[in-house]
């Protein structure tokens, strides 16, 4: 699917979702001063955990990101739904991800009415990755760099994470940062 020509109608969308710690400093770090860079305590205070759910789509350089409280069946449901609704005209979207006991085409039953989940599940068609094989699942390229370039300091609050993770897909979506699939074989 990578490696077919661009087509509007029938995207291929990449999902996945990742954990993210919620870590404050212990104490307030030292300032930077003419030749001594910011001191930091290696003592954190830990505020629980956060999800972030990503979507792209490689081949039109657009992603979409959000922050969540967890990872439950309905939380996948919610993301299926963004999906299908960031692609109204779309004949149908081909989504790529991993085979987790959240993915199931049935979580829309359990977070929609049946006409509502029907309608979704309609409009999109899974192609789930080798178990064990993430890396071909396009979207570990967008976490990776949002990890280098978004979150690569401690996030004490849910709050600031969004704010991060909003700020980074702004400017990568601005920049329509494409990821080429380069064959193998």
């Given at each position: 699917?990578?490696?077919?020509?661009?087509?509007?109608?029938?995207?291929?969308?990449?999902?996945?979702?990742?954990?993210?710690?919620?870590?404050?400093?212990?104490?307030?770090?030292?300032?930077?001063?003419?030749?001594?860079?910011?001191?930091?305590?290696?003592?954190?205070?830990?505020?629980?955990?956060?999800?972030?759910?990503?979507?792209?789509?490689?081949?039109?350089?657009?992603?979409?990101?959000?922050?969540?409280?967890?990872?439950?069946?309905?939380?996948?449901?919610?993301?299926?739904?963004?999906?299908?609704?960031?692609?109204?005209?779309?004949?149908?979207?081909?989504?790529v991800?991993?085979?987790?006991?959240?993915?199931?085409?049935?979580?829309?039953?359990?977070?929609?009415?049946?006409?509502?989940?029907?309608?979704?599940?309609?409009?999109?068609e899974?192609?789930?990755?080798?178990?064990?094989g993430?890396?071909?699942?396009?979207?570990?390229?967008?976490?990776?760099?949002?990890?280098?370039?978004?979150?690569?300091?401690?996030?004490?609050?849910?709050?600031?994470?969004e704010?991060?993770?909003?700020?980074?897909?702004?400017?990568?979506?601005?920049?329509?940062?494409?990821?080429?699939?380069?064959?193998?074989?």
């Amino acid at each position: 699917m990578y490696e077919e020509p661009y087509d509007p109608q029938r995207p291929v969308v990449c999902f996945d979702e990742t954990p993210r710690q919620l870590i404050a400093d212990a104490r307030q770090s030292m300032p930077m001063e003419p030749g001594q860079p910011i001191r930091e305590d290696t003592e954190f205070v830990r505020h629980g955990v956060a999800e972030i759910m990503l979507f792209c789509e490689p081949a039109a350089g657009q992603r979409e990101v959000w922050v969540t409280e967890h990872r439950t069946r309905i939380d996948f449901a919610l993301a299926m739904e963004r999906v299908a609704n960031a692609y109204p005209e779309a004949e149908v979207i081909r989504v790529v991800m991993e085979n987790l006991n959240t993915h199931k085409p049935g979580a829309l039953y359990d977070a929609f009415p049946p006409e509502k989940a029907h309608a979704i599940l309609n409009k999109l068609e899974f192609h789930y990755t080798p178990k064990q094989g993430s890396w071909l699942n396009m979207v570990e390229i967008e976490f990776s760099a949002l990890s280098r370039m978004g979150l690569d300091k401690r996030t004490p609050d849910i709050e600031t994470l969004e704010k991060d993770v909003e700020a980074w897909k702004t400017r990568r979506n601005h920049a329509q940062v494409h990821i080429h699939y380069v064959s193998s074989g």
